[in-house]
């Protein structure tokens, strides 16, 4: 399945090059389990969004090592893809722009007609350059935004809503992000997602280092070890017992000064839950663990 990586570290930017090339389990490394494309998403000081994706798996992409080792940023936003819905090509590769935001989503959902439809009602199919159910997503979640003048997690509660009671649902994991603020949706219990408030300045711990030894590497990351910091990932990236596995149906926001909040305004479950067996063979394929 596709995996998800947010990192917001405030208001001071740093790099993710620990997370996202050296870690024990860094989405590099995970990205030999998904090929169909990555992409990393950042802001510069100015906090406009910037995008660097490719149709190719991160350990192949030397343009991601690069982009990983080099950017410097607030917050970031990757993933690496297998493709359920949509070719492989650049505008269904992850993370997505809208509204100067960025989203990459792990799942499936149905009935993207009667998506197009309501994204049509409500004037944001324009949005939608490529194939994917998750550009539509966001569409929807942007559109709804905008209805909610600007706030993300009122559209974020109403397009999840709607999608949970009028589509058939297998996931609808997410991150989205800008420059100062972070959300994360697991929903329902169908994947996990699981965050880390990793904060050295209050209280170091010495037995969870950013320090990565294997027999081929061992790398330290100096800049994120002394910086607070709070992550999210479909996997635990490295021994840390911090790590936490969200519930089902949690929203987390992270704030400017990394304040984090959870709620829970969705449904138990959405109302027609798909499974596995419900799935084209391709996109079950892409939705294993």
Known sequence: MCR??????????????FWLLDAPDSLSAQSRREPDGAG?????????????????????????????RDLKSTTFLAHVRYASTGALTMVNTHPFEQDGRLFAHNGVLHGLDQLDQRLIELGVMDLVLGQSDSERLFALI??????????????????????????????????????TDMWALRYPATHPLYVLE???????????????????????????????????????MDPNPGWRPMESGELVHV???LAVTSTAP?????????????????AAASQQP
């Not at 998800?4 to 740093?14: E, I, K, S, T, Y």
């Not at 990393?40 to 090592?65: C, M, N, R, Y």
């Not at 942007?142 to 909610?148: K, L, N, P, V, Y």
């Not at 050295?200 to 081929?216: E, Q, V």
């Open 4 to 17: 998800l990586f947010g990192l917001h570290a405030g208001p001071r930017p740093v790099r993710a090059t």
């Open 40 to 68: 990393i998403g950042t802001f510069d000081s100015a906090g406009k969004a910037h995008v660097a994706k490719q149709p190719l798996a991160a350990w192949e992409d030397h343009a991601f090592a690069r982009e990983a």
């Open 142 to 179: 942007t559109a709804e935004t905008r209805r909610a003048d600007g706030d993300v997690g009122a559209g974020i509660a109403a397009a999840i809503n709607w999608v949970a009671r009028d589509l058939p649902v297998f996931s609808l994991n997410f991150i989205l992000t800008t420059a």
């Open 198 to 236: 990793r904060d050295p300045t209050a209280a170091p711990d010495p037995s969870a280092p950013l320090d990565a030894r294997s027999k081929r590497i061992r790398s330290k990351s100096t800049e994120l070890s002394r910086s607070p910091h709070v992550l999210f990932a479909t996997e635990p």
């Open 255 to 257: 704030g400017p000064g």
């Open 266 to 282: 969705f449904p138990d479950a959405p109302a027609r839950l798909l499974t596995l067996a419900d799935l084209e063979p391709t």
